[in-house]
């Protein structure tokens, strides 16, 4: 079974900086794309960025320029530096991978189980 372990989530004030981190555990041969989503209560989990396995990446217009993601494929992590945060990034953050392969076959569309991350104002 494979599992995405978040951390990293925390309270900070505005213009602060976090650093969330998801590691990926199990017998996995490969991973895919890994990203990051975010839910603010009362809204619908969208999407913060994504990395490819050959490092390119992709950002949500509101969070471009402040926030990197970066990813060790070595150690199967994927990261989220957070800088210049806003009130308005309070969510539960979700670590997700697109495709997996494992030793039980092929694994789609995983998630953890969310990291809180509050911005005081």
């Known amino acids: 079974q494979v599992q995405l372990e978040e951390s990293g989530g925390g309270l900070v004030q505005a213009g602060g900086s976090l650093r969330l981190s998801c590691a990926a555990s199990?017998?996995?041969?490969?991973?895919?794309?890994m990203g990051w989503y975010r839910q603010a209560p009362g809204k619908q989990r969208e999407l913060v960025a994504t990395i490819t396995s050959g490092h390119s990446t992709h950002y949500a217009d509101s969070v471009r320029g402040r926030f990197t993601i970066s990813r060790d494929n070595d150690k199967r992590t994927v990261y989220l530096q957070m800088s210049s945060l806003k009130p308005e990034d309070t969510a539960v953050y979700y670590c997700n991978v697109d495709r997996l392969t494992t030793s039980w076959g092929p694994q789609y569309d995983a998630w953890g189980q969310g990291t809180q991350v509050t911005v005081s104002s």
């Open positions: 199990g017998r996995i041969f490969t991973i895919g794309a």
